[in-house]
């Protein structure tokens, strides 16, 4: 992957497959996988928080790592979420996803709970640091998962002076704003401007400059039609395609979060179980009827891909 050729179009996240008892269900973890490549995704993103990376042991990441790089066997772009506080694990880690193929690595700004986070020049250092790891672009996740405030002017910083940080995923509030005023600031040094939360601002951030949506895995095939259409200058096709689907983004976004994908899959035969790891709880009955109702009226390839 060259500065030359960024990658552009949506880059789903990867749910963690799980059988009824908590442990990893790996056949579905593959399902999965091969799912997504039938819905035509650009590339596929592991171990991040819609990946439940949270309530992964190490060897459980090691697992999934190694499972998820071969299944994919460089047929889309594979990108890994290597996040940690510590710049040591997350190098590690880091070089671990390069050996195993990643083409690139998508991390978040070093934090533990809601206090103990790094000030900016421990937050260069991290990035530095891991950037020395590899040969491979990393990806700066900026979200308020971390509560760390990574500010325009810094985040232009890192992607002039650290060569590796060549994308952006914002998914913070005002995210339009944010990615029209780094493209503004760095564009020259931005390969990619990408955002995330399912893609619920996309046409917003699309109209900023974003080139690439990092969403679940519910309904890329969609998506990417979106911004394929509005990347070829179809702005009013895109905002057409994208009116369609919004019902279905917003009720994921604002009612179901990382488990919509994993009870669509579910229904439509791709995984055997929409099992979530307590603390998390499954989706009330109600709720996921409704949901499924909104995706069978989108005829998503999730929904129809193992029956």
Known sequence: MSAAEPLTGV???????FNEDGSLDLDSQRRALECMVDQGVDGICILANYSEQFVLSD????????????????????????????TDIAAARASRAAAAGADMLMIMPPYHGALLKADEARIFEHYARIADSVDIPLMVQDAPLSGVDLSVPFLGRMAREISQVDYLKVEMPGTAAKLRALIESAGEHIAGP???????TLMADLDAGATGTMPSALLPEHLGAVVRAYLEGDREGACSLYARILPLINFE?????????????QAGGVIRSDYVRHP??????ETRAQLLELAGEQD????NWGR
């Open 280 to 285: 998390q709880v499954a989706l009330h009955p």
């Open 59 to 86: 060897a459980e990441r090691e697992t999934l790592l190694d499972v998820c790089a071969e299944h994919i066997a460089g047929r889309v772009a594979l990108i890994v979420t290597t996040s940690h506080y510590s």
């Open 253 to 265: 976004n604002r009612q179901c979060g990382l488990r919509a994908c994993k009870a669509v899959m």
């Open 300 to 303: 998503l390839v999730a929904f």
């Open 194 to 200: 990408f955002d995330g939360e399912e893609s619920i």
């Open 11 to 17: 880059f789903p996240i990867a749910p963690t497959t």
